[in-house]
């Protein structure tokens, strides 16, 4: 198996000067291409791919390049925060495994520049230690932070209770391993002012370092979404429940897509008005990581509400970075828990209203498709067979994972005791 070489990782801002790029690592190992991020005012409008030729391209260079492609980039509309900004919750549920990212995580959305939010870090495994106690003393240092507890196994359960506690107007969710744009806040409460008939606001991820062939290959997997760069608003259809309509700008784009996609946004940046989660009863704690499913939870909450006529807004200036798994068994079974997750969250939609199932008929021409595209996508960034394998076969084993983790949530809820936080871990 061929493995793939590392990529560097940089953003250019239109208008400023452009540096130097060079291909040349710490270790005296190189890169092989650059992944550029284009952005206006800091807001994302583009990406690129500059191959190195065992050179460092010039600014020079880099601006000849990029000349050629600005006219297809477009330029981020003027984006001002609202006169009386909306209070916010920041949820990050975490299984407190990764301190130092879920650290660095915190610290970012602590210091960002907003008015009025707080941010929930809800701790999903508090079994305590002198180290737990520790991470819990340093996160709570920031005067925004607040820290509670989810006895319950799983990323659902955590951002349920997330829910519980927020008193903000809108609810964010991400993840330990994200970093958020400095302007992610105000650019989500932007949006939904500018649209009150947003419901829920997504945006896109883009990849924090591409060092390793896991995350190379992760970031050519196709899971990411998209690269429109614009932004669109999906609502359910009310005459076909079991696709969307898309606006781009105020214009109606022609076809119709299936709620099923899983292409509307992600629970690592995602943010929800919190009267919509109080009615559609927040994520189904059978899904997500952390529970036999693994995943999906986001995929069944966005269907949902798409599903009942809400609508959904991909703003690209709600903007984060991932900091993709680094070797190979990370990322075998993260695909793994995608496939189950889908499959898993599509068995969820089913149980709830047997109608999923003719929506999914329908979707059945299309999923060739889509799977046909993406295989010939991954044949050319040279994706691992055996990865696309496992991803199968996590979507054989969903539906059996879902009514599995169906059972063990129901018993652990019966079961489980509230845990009692010991008061040296309470700032």
């Known amino acids: 198996m061929d493995l793939p070489a590392p990529m560097l990782v940089t953003t250019v801002e239109v208008g400023q000067p452009l540096p130097d790029l060079s291909p040349w690592r710490a270790d005296g190992t190189r890169y092989a291409a ?28 880099l601006a000849e390049y990029l000349t050629g492609l600005w006219h297809d980039v477009q330029r981020a509309p003027v984006r001002r925060l609202p006169a009386e900004a909306p209070f916010i919750t920041v949820v990050v549920p975490s299984a407190m495994q990764r301190p130092v990212q879920l650290a660095r995580c915190v610290s970012r959305l602590a210091t960002l520049d907003y008015p009025s939010f707080e941010v929930i870090v809800v701790d999903n495994r508090p079994v305590w230690t002198a180290e737990r106690a520790a991470l819990h003393a340093e996160l709570a240092e920031h005067s925004r932070v607040r820290i509670v507890c989810q006895p319950v196994p799983g990323a659902s359960a955590a951002r349920n209770r997330g829910i519980a506690e927020a008193r903000g107007d809108i609810v964010a969710f991400t993840d330990d391993d994200i970093d958020v744009d400095p302007g992610w806040l105000a650019a ?21 370092s591409l060092e390793t062939p896991a995350q190379v290959w992760f970031e050519n997997s196709g899971s990411t979404i998209g690269d429109e760069f ?7 259809d009310d005459t076909d429940r079991h696709t969307v309509r898309t606006w781009r700008a105020g214009a109606l784009l022609a076809e119709r897509t299936p709620i099923y996609r899983g292409i509307f946004g992600g629970s690592g940046n995602l943010a929800v008005r919190a009267s919509v989660l109080a009615q559609f009863g ?33 703003d690209p200036a709600v903007a984060v970075s991932h900091h993709h798994r680094e070797d190979y068994a990370g990322l075998r079974k993260q695909m793994f828990g995608y496939g189950v997750g889908y ?25 060739a498709r889509v799977a046909a595209k993406r295989r010939q996508v991954r044949t050319v960034v040279q994706y691992p067979a055996r990865l696309r394998w496992i991803e199968r076969c996590g979507l054989l084993l969903g539906p059996l994972a879902y009514l599995r983790s169906r059972r063990a949530i129901a018993r652990h809820k019966n079961t489980s005791q509230p845990v009692a936080q010991p008061a040296e871990a309470v700032p």
Request: neutral net charge.
């Open 282 to 314: 927040g994520f189904d704690e059978s899904l997500g990581a952390g529970s036999l499913a693994q995943g999906g939870e986001d995929l069944e909450l966005l269907t949902r509400l798409l599903y009942h006529g809400r609508r959904i807004t991909m």
């Open 188 to 208: 989500i409460a932007h949006r939904f002012t500018a649209d009150p008939q947003t419901d829920c606001v997504s945006g896109y991820v883009f990849p924090a």
């Open 343 to 367: 499959a898993a969250a599509l068995t969820a939609l089913i149980l709830s209203d047997a109608r999923h199932l003719f929506g999914l008929a329908r979707l059945a021409g299309r999923v």
């Open 230 to 236: 614009a932004v669109l608003s999906h609502q359910g």
């Open 34 to 61: 650059a992944h550029i991020t284009v952005r206006d005012g800091g807001v994302p409008v583009g990406r690129r791919r500059v191959e190195f030729a065992d050179r460092v391209v010039t600014a020079g260079e």
